[in-house]
């Protein structure tokens, strides 16, 4: 099975900075990567699939980026609604098994 | 607009046998670009995917789990079953279905993109004696 990771696994930042988490497949995913924002409570977001397609209604600061084993998660500017937890997830299999990162807190520093 | 909402027992007792529901509207179980998954999340934890069923009947499942795991869905009632046997306490988590979209894209050949576009609220399921 394909095994994801991210980096960091936490990181603090400030309202305004540039956050850029990163994710790796095990074996080449070609560009079959999305992106979830998950706040405390509530169930996962889509934010980006197919690696770099910003869902509708996204905010165009999130953006991203890479293709085969090795992803970027931007936020450009960050806002105090972006304080959560990014999860990547890879949808490269066939037949279709998905397969989570396992997430990035972002918290206020 | 579409919404998924699962339901299911809050409590369960070891080695006894899960039946979770996922009941969906705004868009039919027959549509083709659409299908339906299951995910997991015990406390402070990861979000861990467990199976999935797309309109054709075909089904995958958690390569770590396939042989507790059994996905069935039912088009007329626009529901989707999981059932999960031999639960166990590291089983204790909140269980979400979500909507799989997928994106056909097209550059010479058709590559198809799958991701969870909509999600429901989840439903705690505590495994104990």
């Known amino acids: 099975d394909i095994q994801m990771t991210q980096s960091p696994s936490s990181l603090s930042a400030s309202v305004g900075d540039r956050v850029t988490i990163t994710c790796r497949a095990s074996?080449?995913?070609?560009?079959?990567l999305n992106w979830y924002q998950q706040k405390p409570g509530e169930a996962p977001n889509l934010l980006i699939y197919?690696?770099?397609s910003l869902q509708t209604g996204v905010p165009s600061r999130f953006s991203g980026s890479g293709s085969g084993t090795d992803f970027t998660l931007t936020i450009s500017s960050l806002q105090p609604e972006d304080f959560a937890t990014y999860y990547c997830?890879?949808?490269?299999?066939?037949?279709?098994?998905?397969?989570f990162g396992p997430g990035t807190k972002v918290d206020i520093k | 607009q579409v919404t998924l909402k699962e339901s299911g027992p809050v409590l369960v007792k070891p080695t006894e046998t899960l039946t979770l529901t996922c009941t969906v509207s705004?868009?039919?179980?027959?549509?083709?670009?659409?299908?339906v998954s299951w995910i997991r999340q015990p406390p402070g934890k990861a979000l861990e995917w467990l199976a999935h069923i797309f309109s054709n009947d075909e089904k995958s499942y958690s390569t770590s789990l396939k042989s507790r795991l059994t996905i069935s869905k039912d088009t007329s009632k626009s529901q989707v079953v999981l059932t999960m046997t031999n639960m166990d306490p590291v089983d204790t988590a909140t269980y979400y279905c979500?909507?799989?979209?997928?994106?056909?894209?097209?550059?010479?050949?058709?590559?198809?993109?799958?991701?969870?576009?909509?999600w429901g609220k989840g439903t705690t399921v505590t495994v104990s004696s």
């Open positions: 705004g868009f039919s179980l027959s549509n083709a670009r659409m299908s």
């Open positions: 997830q890879q949808s490269y299999n066939t037949p279709l098994i998905f397969t």
């Open positions: 197919a690696a770099s």
């Open positions: 074996q080449s995913i070609s560009s079959y």
């Open positions: 979500a909507r799989i979209w997928r994106y056909d894209f097209w550059s010479g050949h058709y590559s198809y993109y799958y991701y969870m576009d909509v």
